[in-house]
């Protein structure tokens, strides 16, 4: 089982990544009022370091949002979580994710859906996440490299949606491709950086209920239904989806972390 010397009240001492999260989970994110069991036992089980840069790996435990490739975040696990609470999911949910980044929220949200689609409009990112998911056995997760303000209509309509980067207003594309009863969770603001977190329901084929849920700080959401400051040209192409059974396996995810 993979380790790593705890800094902090151990010195010297190893401790296993599954007690360091779990400890994450009780201090940070159940302490702090994440109630939802398929929530935290889903934090329980994803192994977040895994989905960060090597030099980084030694802080996935804290609290944090981290940086990844592309000047793009890993965000914070209490967000992580209280995204994923906020979705009210029971299980075997079809998911869309817009903003993949590591990946990392997506592994999460798979461990309680029966598919996540989750959308990333950088390259390089998406390529690293569609690898690092299938690397660690996550066949119900497909990525897609694309510019996901307008969704993933091939697959919809959704029992929830949520989006990991701020918008300027909510993607009527988004809404468009909840099922009826859906729910899509979404940072909104007039500003890139500061946004209210939204959830909104699809009530009926053309009403939707909205609520303000939090304040938060996300990445902005690049693209035709977001800001678009994009750089000319920048994620434009569209490939077809990759899901982790199509993709080279090098080793399966078991639960533990490899040394
Ligand atoms: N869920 C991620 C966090 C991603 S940060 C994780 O767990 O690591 C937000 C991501 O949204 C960034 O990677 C950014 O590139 C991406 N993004 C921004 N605008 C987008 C768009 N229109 N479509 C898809 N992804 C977008």
């Known amino acids: 089982m993979g380790s790593l010397a705890s800094k902090e009240d151990h010195p010297g001492e190893l401790k296993s990544f599954a007690s360091l999260r779990e400890e994450m989970v009780e201090r940070n994110i159940a302490a702090r009022g994440v109630r939802d069991e398929l929530v935290l036992s ?3 089980k994803v192994p977040r370091e895994l989905f960060l840069p090597k030099n980084l790996r030694e802080f996935a435990h804290e609290d944090l949002p981290l940086p990844i490739a592309g000047g793009q975040t890993i965000s914070q696990p209490y967000i992580v979580a209280f995204m994923a609470e906020s979705l009210q999911l ?3 949910e079809k998911i869309l994710e817009i903003g993949a980044g590591s990946g990392y929220a997506a592994a999460v949200l798979s461990e309680i859906a029966a598919k996540v689609y989750t959308v990333e409009r950088l ?3 998406a390529d690293t996440a569609a690898v690092t998911l299938a690397d660690l056995g996550y ?4 990525v897609l490299h694309g510019d996901g303000s307008r969704g ?6 959704y029992d929830a949606i949520v989006v990991a980067a701020g918008g300027p207003q909510v993607p ?6 909840l099922k009826i009863g859906g729910r899509l969770v979404i940072p909104v603001g007039a500003d890139q950086r500061v946004q209210e977190l939204v959830r909104v329901t699809r009530v009926s084929e053309n009403e939707y209920r909205s609520e303000d849920i939090a304040d938060v700080r996300f990445v902005p959401l690049i693209g035709e239904e977001g800001w678009t400051t994009a750089k000319e040209g920048e994620a ?5 989806g990759r899901c982790g059974r199509f993709l080279r396996k090098r080793k399966r995810w078991s639960g533990t972390s490899p040394t």
């Open 42 to 44: 889903a934090m329980r």
């Open 90 to 92: 029971k299980g075997g």
């Open 123 to 125: 390259g390089q990112l």
């Open 139 to 142: 066949d119900n997760v497909c």
């Open 152 to 157: 993933w209509l091939e697959h919809a309509p």
């Open 172 to 177: 009527e594309s988004l809404k468009a491709q």
């Open 236 to 240: 434009r192409q569209v490939r077809a």
